[in-house]
């Protein structure tokens, strides 16, 4: 018969096995989004940026990017001054608050997201379409779950 400690040990040693292999998972799909940033001649900060300014028909704020993905005001303003410079966007300063930035996709910038970035959700979308309703909930709840208790254990750890 196995000892407490032996159970618990193999439970922890199953348990990392299953964290690398969800790391993995994790890291495999961000190197194929990372592979069609590249593809299309983006960094992949300015990849997620143009999918965003798209995803909100278009027109946003710098503050709105920052906040979806958590990213630094000035690595924000780095890739979106590199997307300015190629005819993507148009950066402009809000009439009530000059500290903020609207950003509006350029006729070349709705083509680009068009050609490139709609390929991406088109992408996207299918796979969805080829997991079953139960895989895609159980997917997006158990990924919730871990974020969440991630984020709370992170937490209580930093205090």
Known sequence: MKSD???????????????????NILKETNAAYSELAKQNGLSDCAFWLMYSIREADGKCTQKDLCDQWIISKQTVNSALKGLEKNGYIILSASPTDRRSKYITLTGKGVEFAHEHIDIVFDLEQLVFQ??????????????????????????????
């Open 5 to 23: 400690y032996m159970v618990m040990q193999m439970t922890h040693e199953e348990i990392r096995q299953q964290l690398r292999e969800f790391n």
């Open 130 to 159: 080829k997991m079953s309703d139960a895989e895609r909930a159980a997917m997006i709840e158990s990924t919730r779950k871990y974020q969440e208790l991630f984020r709370a254990e992170m937490k209580r750890f930093l205090k």
